[in-house]
Each structure stands twice: as structure tokens, then as C-alpha cells.
């Protein structure tokens, strides 16, 4: 009979200690680092780094196009160069950390951010910027998954539970503040400097954070990864960008072909993946992935219950973005202070799900997040749809608050069921998995979302030509148009904002809103068109969000019904956590 092997994980390094024991003798617990609370804080930062470049150079795109002079699908590459390099790395960083050490590889990628934010930052043109995107988001993915990895390994299970509800915290507050301080720096033109800053001031905190990682982070990795796996690599790398490219640029390139014959081969490429990596498991060992936590029907569930949550998330970011910035013309600043609601509540959600609710209430508590997020989104597609361009920062504060409490709610308590029952040395390709599938779900809810909102955009443009257009018939005769021109205007406005509506490049001109060959408009004319196309503007793009949202609403109401179905008990391997207070497994769940 093969006797099992215990590995003890010391302070300050990792030592592996093989020891004959009795079949039933209990495994002996690591002791808990000292400085883990510390430590966290240092983790904080750096995912809080990551999490915040997502979204502050979206305030800064105008800014970047006048000064780089960029095309607009330069612009769409600053913003899906990051994604995808992100996305690529997610799997292979997490599986490095595992076998090179989690320390170690949270270093590499924290200094690789920090100079590929110093690049950025010093970028003269587009091309320059756009690999400097790649290479950031490239050492995010080796980045992020250390950073759960290290927290489930440091910290014990029944510290845990708080961990995680300050990371949903952090993850829910970042897309808010990457609006808020992306606008107070390019509005503050720091230097002179205009975009430039929301890239430097990642330099001065990595500089930071690195000593602080280097004397406070344990290091720690897996005692069962003792090699690469250079093959599953390249496969996993190659399935995730042959799904993730289409999909972040389908739509701006009007979803040819090409576009689904890449994901179609990101589905075979997986499928060569999972059969090349149960072999290795059998033969080599070491996989880049772990298949066998799949057996485990928390980790599998919860997978899928973070797969369709990010796809609503995902979704809803982009239409929220563009409604409260494009739609409503609110500043960058404004739009990021008016959803600080969401923010806060979400923080209040994650700091007390996995704490307070858990213990009582178990997989019921997923149910309600998502149900409460759903609600959220319910009031606030009304109060879009009934005030319209008119609706007011204090009038989006309660569905703010409803949803991001509601988010909160779900993010961590979802987090620790899939990650309670994966054991130490499997940590960090648990993480980069999870971090992965967030990031999938994000961009197939950014590609079906956006398809849907572009679609009602383009097909209820009589929508707003319908509100504008009696203020502009009003204006045509102040300004004594005669009825002839009056009906030609009329005409050519009603093209011009279908045009607008239509387009896949924002920045564009179309033919149709510019003066005819010899009939320049008039400046007050010029203004009174300029203002009724914002108006118009304003309602369709309302309308849409509000009928998007439906779509939102739909997809988390799915969520909940899966959390149902999330088993009572785990199958009880030895690596369940068995009674930890705020722990959806296994005797947490009523």
C-alpha cells in the first residue's frame, strides 16, 4: 500500500518533507504566516493596478486620438491589445507560479507592469502604444492569478472567507474608479502631460510594491508541478486568443467570416487541449491544467456560475459606459462620481456575504446576489426608459446601489466555492482557470451585448429624430427657412442620425450629416442641427441601454437558477474544507 506524503510549508520558503504515516493519521497544518495581513495589502495594489488599467484608459481614448493624431481602430487596439494579452497569459502565469514559485512570478509580472506602464506613458505613436498594451496586459496575466493563489495558500480557511469578501470589494470598486481617476488626471493635464499620467502613475506604485512584495509575500509553490508543459502552452495560448481576438474586434469589423472561423477553431484547438492534457496527466504528469478539478462538482459548477455572471457583467459595463458618457454627454469625471453607488454597495456586499450571510444561509446567498443584481438593473432600465436624457445623478443612485450590493453579494462568496476545495500545490492553475474564465465571459458579453445594443441602436434612430425634431422645426422657421429647404434639412437630419447610429466608428463623419456641394449651413443653423443630433442622440441611446439591460436581466436570472442547482454537500475528496465558517462547502450549505 502506497503511503501518502505530507508537504509542510515553513515560513519564508516552501520545504517538502516526506513522512510514513498511518493510513487515518491527520495531515499537519502549515503555519500561518505572520505578516500575511501585510502582505494582502501588497496584493491589493497590484490586483488593484490591473483591474484599474482596464477601464482608465477608456477615458482617455479623445484625449490619446488628438495628441497620437490615431485612427480610430488604433484607438479600438489600446483598448483589446491589453485584453488580449491579458487573456493569453491567464492559464500558463498561474501554472508558472505553481511550479517556479508564486513569489517569484508575482515579481516578474508586477516589474514587467511597471515598465510597460513607464512605456505607455512615453509612447510617441500609436504602434508604440499599442505593443506597450500588449506587453502590459501580458504581465497582468502572469500577475493576477499569484495573487489568488498566494491568498488561498496563506491565509487559513477560516480567514479566508474575509480575504476574499475584500477582494470582491476591490474588483467591484475598480471599474468605478478607473472613471473617476482617469478623469481627474486627463482634466488635470498634469505637466502638460494631457493622457500620459494614467499610465504614470502606475511607475511610482510599482516601484513601491515591489520591495514590499520581495519582504512580505511568502514564496510558495506546487510540490506536484516539476516541469513544463511547453505544448499545453501553446495550445492554451492559441485557443484563447483564437476565441478572444474575434471577439473583442468582430463587431468594429462587421463580424466577417474569418471572425467565426477563428472561433470554430478555438473550439478544436480546446478540444486537442483537454485530450493532450489527460494524457500528460497519465503519463508525464505536470499539466498545465489540472483536469481533475473539474471532478469536483463545486469547482465545475462554480465555473460555469462565473462564466454567465461575467457575460451579463461584461455586457453591461460596455452599454453602461457608453450610455452615461456617448449617450448622455457626461463627463468622464461625472459619469465615474455618479457610479460610485455601485462601487460602495459593492464593497459592502463582498465585506459581508462570505462572513455574515454564508453561515446561514449557504448557496442561497448566490441566488440572492444575483437576483438582487438583476432587480437592480430592473429599476434602472425603467428610470432610463421613463426619464430618458432627462434622468439625474441622484436618480441612478438606488439601482446603483441595488446591483452593486447585488454584485458584491455573488463575486465572493463564488470565488471561494470554486477555490474551497482545491488543494495547496494546485492554487495557482485553479487561479489562472478562474481568471480566465472571467476574462472569456467578459468578452463574449462585450461581443453579444454590443451586437444587441449596436442593433437597436441602428433599427429605433426614428426614435430620436422623433423627439428632436419638432425643437428643429422650430428653430428652421425662427430662423425663416423656407418650407422647401425646411423638408430637405429634415430629410437629410433624419439620414444623419440613422448614419450615427449605424456606425461602427464613432469618430467618423458620415456623408449624410455633412452640408450639400454650394449649401453651407448657416453657424445658427449649424448649432440648432448640432443640438437636436445630441438630443436624438440621447434617447436612442437611452432606449437602447434600457433594452439591453433586459438582456443583462435575463442572463442573471439564469445565474440564479444554476446557484440552485450547486450540490448541498461536495463529494467530501481530501481536499474538501470541511466546517469553516462562511464556506460554501461542504457543511456551510443548508
Given at each position: 500500500m502506497t503511503r501518502p506524503r505530507i508537504h509542510l510549508e515553513q515560513e519564508g520558503e516552501l520545504m517538502h518533507k516526506t513522512t510514513d504515516l498511518l493510513p487515518m493519521q491527520a495531515a499537519i497544518a502549515p503555519m500561518p504566516d505572520r505578516r500575511r495581513w501585510l502582505a494582502l495589502v501588497v496584493l491589493l495594489v497590484a490586483g488593484f493596478m490591473d483591474l484599474l488599467d482596464v477601464t482608465i484608459v477608456n477615458v482617455a481614448l479623445p484625449t490619446i486620438q488628438s495628441d497620437l493624431n490615431a485612427p480610430y481602430a488604433d484607438l479600438e487596439w489600446v483598448v483589446s491589445g491589453y485584453l488580449l494579452g491579458f487573456a493569453a497569459m491567464l492559464i500558463t502565469g498561474?501554472?508558472?507560479?505553481?511550479?517556479?514559485g508564486r513569489k517569484t512570478i508575482l515579481l516578474v509580472g508586477l516589474t514587467l507592469?511597471?515598465?510597460?506602464?513607464?512605456?505607455?506613458?512615453?509612447?510617441p505613436g500609436p504602434p508604440w502604444l499599442i505593443a506597450a498594451r500588449i506587453a502590459q496586459g501580458a504581465a497582468a496575466g502572469l500577475m493576477i492569478p499569484q495573487i489568488l493563489a498566494i491568498m488561498h495558500v496563506s491565509f487559513p480557511a477560516a480567514e479566508r472567507g474575509k480575504v476574499l469578501g475584500i477582494w470582491g470589494g476591490v474588483l467591484g470598486s475598480a471599474s468605478v474608479a478607473g472613471l473617476i481617476v482617469g478623469g481627474i488626471l486627463v482634466q488635470a493635464n498634469l505637466f502638460g502631460w494631457a493622457w500620459r499620467p494614467i499610465f504614470l502613475v502606475n511607475v511610482p506604485v510599482g516601484i513601491l510594491a515591489i520591495p514590499a512584495a520581495m519582504v512580505l509575500v511568502r514564496q510558495s509553490r506546487s510540490a506536484t508541478a516539476d516541469r513544463l508543459d511547453p505544448l499545453g502552452t501553446v495550445l492554451a495560448i492559441g485557443a484563447v486568443l483564437l476565441l478572444a481576438y474575434p471577439l473583442t474586434e468582430g463587431r468594429a469589423l462587421g463580424w466577417p467570416v474569418w471572425t467565426f472561423a477563428?472561433?470554430?477553431?478555438?473550439g478544436l484547438v480546446l478540444a486537442v487541449f483537454v485530450a493532450y492534457e489527460r494524457r500528460r496527466s497519465a503519463t508525464v504528469g505536470s499539466p498545465l491544467v489540472v483536469l481533475n478539478l473539474f471532478r469536483e462538482r463545486s469547482f465545475s459548477a462554480g465555473m460555469a456560475l462565473w462564466l454567465l455572471f461575467w457575460i451579463a457583467l461584461g455586457g453591461y459595463f460596455l452599454v453602461w459606459t457608453l450610455y452615461l458618457q456617448a449617450g448622455l454627454g457626461w463627463t468622464p469625471l461625472r459619469a465615474g462620481l455618479s457610479a460610485?453607488?455601485?462601487?460602495?454597495?459593492?464593497?459592502?456586499?463582498?465585506?459581508?456575504?462570505?462572513?455574515?450571510?454564508v453561515p446561514c444561509f449557504g448557496r442561497?446567498?448566490?441566488?440572492a446576489g444575483a437576483m438582487i443584481n438583476a432587480a437592480g438593473f430592473g429599476l434602472y432600465l425603467y428610470l432610463a426608459a421613463h426619464y430618458g436624457p432627462a434622468i439625474t445623478s441622484a436618480q441612478m443612485f438606488a439601482p446603483l446601489a441595488i446591483s452593486g450590493f447585488g454584485f458584491g453579494l455573488f463575486v465572493a462568496p463564488t470565488?471561494?466555492?470554486?477555490?474551497?476545495?482545491?488543494p495547496?500545490?494546485?492554487?495557482?492553475?485553479?487561479?489562472?482557470?478562474?481568471?480566465?474564465i472571467q476574462q472569456i465571459g467578459m468578452a463574449l458579453g462585450v461581443a453579444l451585448a454590443g451586437v444587441f445594443f449596436f442593433t437597436q441602436l441602428d433599427n429605433t434612430s426614428a426614435h430620436g429624430t422623433t423627439s428632436a425634431i419638432p425643437a428643429i422645426q422650430q428653430q428652421l422657421t425662427n430662423l425663416d427657412i423656407p418650407a422647401t429647404a425646411r423638408d430637405r434639412i429634415l430629410t437629410q437630419f433624419r439620414a444623419c442620425v440613422h448614419d450615427r447610429s449605424a456606425a461602427t466608428d464613432p469618430t467618423a463623419v458620415?456623408?449624410?450629416?455633412?452640408?450639400?456641394?454650394?449649401?453651407?449651413?448657416?453657424?445658427?443653423?449649424?448649432?440648432?442641427?448640432?443640438?437636436?443630433?445630441l438630443e436624438a442622440n440621447a434617447h436612442n441611446m437611452s432606449r437602447s441601454f434600457a433594452q439591453t439591460l433586459w438582456w443583462a436581466i435575463g442572463i442573471l436570472i439564469a445565474v440564479a437558477a444554476v446557484a440552485l442547482t450547486l450540490p448541498h454537500r461536495p463529494s467530501g475528496g481530501p481536499t474538501a474544507e470541511t466546517n469553516r465558517p462562511g464556506s460554501l462547502a461542504p457543511d456551510a450549505v443548508p
Open positions: 498561474g501554472r508558472l507560479g505553481d511550479l517556479l507592469f511597471t515598465l510597460a506602464s513607464l512605456a505607455c506613458g512615453i509612447a477563428l472561433m470554430a477553431a478555438a460610485s453607488p455601485f462601487a460602495i454597495a459593492a464593497a459592502a456586499g463582498a465585506g459581508t456575504s462570505v462572513e455574515v450571510f442561497r446567498v448566490l441566488f470565488v471561494d466555492l470554486i477555490l474551497s476545495g482545491v495547496g500545490h494546485d492554487a495557482g492553475s485553479a487561479s489562472g482557470q478562474l481568471s480566465t458620415p456623408a449624410s450629416c455633412r452640408p450639400a456641394p454650394g449649401q453651407p449651413f448657416s453657424e445658427p443653423l449649424r448649432q440648432a442641427l448640432t443640438k437636436a443630433g
